[in-house]
């Protein structure tokens, strides 16, 4: 049985669980029954999109969710430095910007008639992917005060200040405790994840409405319903922002974030099966 202090995160678990098989369907049926009928190019980047997205978030939910944090007690074991491997964080990052490479080379060369967008557009994703991927870590992480609540089943403070194994049973409270947390607030972090992306959030959505606003009839509405899936979508991930998850009650920073993922990937799905449903 989970105890009630864990239930959002389990309920947080299991949605990201189900936005992965999410992304792992609509990449099936985007490659082997639209793209391998239609040869449309924009089918198949989304479909790839689709599929380095569910590579990324198990990456992140190992990060989020299962890893261990190496603790080093200062001022007497009054605070603590936790070190998770940063890997995990990097790889998840590499492949959702691989999946906004993608993405955009899809929708430019289908979309936009001005070549020097379709060279632009797409390439800067691929190189911020390499750059989170290779960069010096000083300039992706650093250390910042913050209460940690923790997982189950994995750690518990305990004197000295030791790490040991919790099971279910043992507790039926969350262990939290104040220390330095390593993570993601550097230079390059700020760079891309904020500035980078929050352009790109806007710029995707902003491209299929110019579309719905160009066209008619069934143009018009699977644009409109795919502009309106991918700002739902990003919209999830700038909650997923330290920056603002900081601000945010605990329900709503751990269970919106998927609940809007599952939500946009049903809009994007009947947008890309309008015709269909017309």
Same mark, same amino acid.
Request: glycine share 6%; net charge neutral.
């Given at each position: 049985?989970?105890?009630?202090?864990?239930?959002?995160?389990?309920?947080?678990?299991?949605?990201?669980?189900?936005?992965?098989?999410?992304?792992?369907?609509?990449?099936?049926?985007?490659?082997?029954?639209?793209?391998?009928?239609?040869? @449309?190019?924009?089918?198949?980047?989304?479909?790839?999109?689709?599929?380095?997205?569910?590579?990324?978030?198990?990456?992140?939910?190992?990060?989020?969710?299962?890893?261990?944090?190496?603790?080093?007690?200062?001022?007497?074991?009054?605070?603590?430095?936790?070190?998770? @491997?940063?890997?995990?964080?990097?790889?998840?990052?590499?492949?959702?910007?691989?999946?906004?490479?993608?993405?955009?080379?899809?929708?430019?060369?289908?979309?936009?008639?001005?070549?020097?967008?379709?060279?632009?557009?797409?390439?800067?994703?691929?190189?911020?992917?390499?750059?989170?991927?290779?960069?010096?870590?000083?300039?992706?992480?650093?250390?910042?005060?913050?209460?940690?609540?923790? $997982?189950?089943?994995?750690?518990?403070? %305990?004197?000295?200040?030791?790490? %040991?194994?919790? @099971?279910?049973? =043992?507790?039926?409270?969350?262990?939290?405790?104040?220390?330095?947390?390593?993570?993601?607030?550097?230079?390059?972090?700020?760079?891309? @994840?904020?500035?980078?992306?929050?352009?790109?959030?806007?710029? =995707?959505?902003?491209?299929?409405?110019?579309?719905?606003?160009?066209?008619?009839?069934?143009?018009?509405?699977?644009?409109?319903?795919?502009?309106?899936?991918?700002? =739902?979508?990003?919209?999830?991930?700038?909650?997923?922002? %330290?920056?603002?998850?900081?601000?945010?009650?605990?329900?709503?920073?751990?269970?919106?974030?998927?609940?809007?993922?599952?939500?946009?990937?049903?809009?994007?799905?009947?947008?890309?099966?309008?015709?269909? $449903?017309?």
């Amino acid at each position: 049985m989970i105890p009630s202090g864990y239930m959002l995160d389990s309920i947080g678990l299991g949605l990201w669980f189900a936005t992965i098989s999410f992304y792992l369907l609509l990449f099936v049926y985007l490659y082997f029954f639209k793209w391998r009928q239609t040869k @449309n190019i924009f089918l198949l980047s989304l479909g790839v999109f689709f599929i380095c997205l569910a590579i990324g978030r198990i990456f992140f939910m190992i990060h989020d969710f299962f890893l261990v944090p190496t603790v080093i007690p200062v001022y007497g074991g009054a605070l603590h430095y936790f070190v998770i @491997n940063p890997w995990y964080w990097r790889l998840g990052s590499f492949w959702e910007w691989i999946a906004l490479g993608w993405l955009t080379l899809g929708m430019t060369m289908t979309l936009l008639e001005k070549r020097w967008l379709q060279r632009i557009i797409p390439v800067i994703p691929f190189i911020a992917s390499f750059v989170i991927l290779l960069v010096p870590e000083d300039l992706l992480f650093s250390f910042e005060l913050e209460q940690l609540n923790y $997982f189950v089943p994995q750690f518990i403070f %305990t004197e000295n200040p030791l790490i %040991t194994y919790l @099971n279910f049973g =043992i507790s039926s409270q969350i262990p939290m405790i104040n220390g330095f947390l390593y993570q993601p607030s550097g230079m390059v972090y700020v760079t891309t @994840n904020y500035f980078l992306a929050a352009l790109y959030a806007l710029i =995707i959505p902003l491209i299929f409405f110019y579309v719905a606003w160009q066209g008619i009839g069934t143009i018009r509405k699977r644009a409109l319903l795919l502009g309106f899936g991918f700002t =739902i979508y990003y919209v999830g991930r700038v909650l997923q922002a %330290t920056l603002i998850r900081t601000y945010l009650p605990t329900a709503l920073s751990i269970i919106l974030a998927p609940a809007l993922a599952m939500i946009a990937l049903i809009l994007i799905y009947y947008g890309i099966r309008y015709e269909e $449903f017309d």
